[in-house]
């Protein structure tokens, strides 16, 4: 069965440091999308990606974020200067359409030090 | 302000003993309303769509119902294995994405 895969599983960083999360989303579903769930929280939007540019964004996605899909199959999400409040578990989805289901990954888990 | 309100917070069972889980949401222009497992540690995993008011969806000890104010997921005869945490999600809202709930805990107990 088709799944979200997400590299890496964990990532340590230094506040000031500058992240890259890689997804990689379902084969043939078009939209793609980026959550963070800080611990013990509600899962919250980031943004949303589709036809190579973002579709919609939360305001989390400040300027510090960026998403890129460098290739046929990669999407990835980078945090330009870490933050300690950065520290969550972050989940790459994918969906064949808007209003479909989003399938999640198994997300990484950012710890900024 | 779009909004997904679950509850109970955390729930214990026995196994066999059946209950609801409640998901409200105050969301202008509902489009979806999703249900997910999420095991600890792990990435929502999805269970449930359900589009209109009156749609009801099963799947195996699982079934989700859904009116104009409220979804509920009625577990019936849970088994250990069911213990998760249960996600609700809008979607549709200002920003046309997943609004999630903040999850019931359920643990199953043999």
């Known amino acids: ?113 | 302000e779009d909004q997904v309100t679950q509850s109970p917070e955390a729930l214990r069972l026995q196994e066999g003993e059946s209950s609801s889980l409640n998901c409200s949401y105050t969301v202008s222009g509902l489009r979806g309303l999703f249900w997910y497992r999420q095991d600890p540690g792990k990435g929502p995993e999805f269970l449930f769509t359900l589009y209109s008011a009156g749609e009801e969806k099963e799947k195996e000890r699982l079934k989700a119902t859904l009116t104009k104010k409220e979804s509920f997921l009625h577990i019936t005869a849970p088994k250990p294995e069911d213990s998760a945490t249960y996600l609700c999600a809008a979607y549709g809202g200002s920003q046309g994405n997943l609004i999630f709930g903040k999850g019931t805990k359920l643990s199953v107990k043999p």
């Open chain 1, 1 to 113: 069965e088709p799944e979200v895969t997400q590299t890496p599983s964990h990532q340590v960083t230094q506040m000031g440091q500058e992240v890259i999360l890689r997804c990689v989303p379902i084969s043939n579903h078009l939209y793609f999308y980026w959550y963070r769930q800080i611990l013990g929280q509600k899962v919250e939007f980031l943004v949303s990606f589709y036809n190579n540019e973002i579709s919609e964004k939360s305001e989390i996605f400040d300027d510090q974020f960026s998403v890129e899909r460098p290739d046929g199959s990669n999407f990835t999400l980078k945090i330009r200067s870490t933050k300690l409040e950065d520290s969550a578990m972050y989940f790459c989805a994918s969906s064949w359409d808007r209003g479909n289901e989003q399938f999640f990954g198994p997300g990484t888990r950012l710890t900024v030090l």
